[in-house]
């Protein structure tokens, strides 16, 4: 049996894509757990309900606690005071990504917060439907997608291969 990609991964944001992103990680096995964090308790009890992921916080510190991939699934304006929020509970060597569609826009919001020691790699998955919400996601929904990856000069290439073999 092959290891896992990744021992946690965090994702921030259940909705269409982060849902999506979960059931496709539970289908090819790439992590051993995935931590779920939403801001809303409906939405939380409903990716329960779903069995999205397997542990689920309310609190943003208390996912990404220990995640070696962080994954942003939140609305583009949300992401720079997530970044600031859950920065100081990331972990040393923790790569985070996110799949926000304007790329400029997130890498500004993020560069003063991310941790000397950790790695972004910023993407963004060509995939969608019209329908929202945690119960929207279904593990087939990337695949045959392009998902465009656009890290900066000089990122860690160990990273951005991990996480062009999660797309």
Same mark, same amino acid.
């Given at each position: 049996m092959t290891a896992p990609l990744f021992d946690r991964v965090s994702l921030l944001g259940i909705g269409l894509i982060g849902s999506s992103i979960a059931l496709s990680i539970r289908r090819g096995a790439l992590a051993r757990h995935i931590a779920i964090y939403?801001?809303?308790?409906e939405t939380l009890d409903r990716a329960r309900e779903l069995n999205l992921g397997d542990s689920y916080h309310a609190d943003v510190m208390e996912a990404v606690t $220990? &995640?070696?991939l962080v994954i942003f699934c939140v609305p583009l304006g949300a $992401? &720079? =005071? !997530?970044?600031?929020?859950? &920065?100081? =509970? !990331?972990?040393k060597g923790a790569i985070l990504s996110d799949v926000g569609s304007c790329k400029r826009s997130v890498i500004n919001d993020f560069a003063p917060h991310i941790p000397d020691?950790?790695?972004f790699v910023p993407a963004h998955p060509v995939a969608g439907t019209e329908n929202s919400g945690p119960e929207a996601g279904f593990a087939e929904l990337f695949d045959g997608r392009w998902c465009i990856l656009t890290p900066e000069n000089g990122v860690?290439? &160990?990273a951005v291969d991990k996480i062009a073999d999660l797309w």
């Open positions: 939403t801001r809303r308790q $220990n &995640a070696d $992401n &720079a =005071g !997530l970044i600031k929020d859950c &920065a100081p =509970g !990331l972990s020691d950790t790695v860690d290439e &160990a």
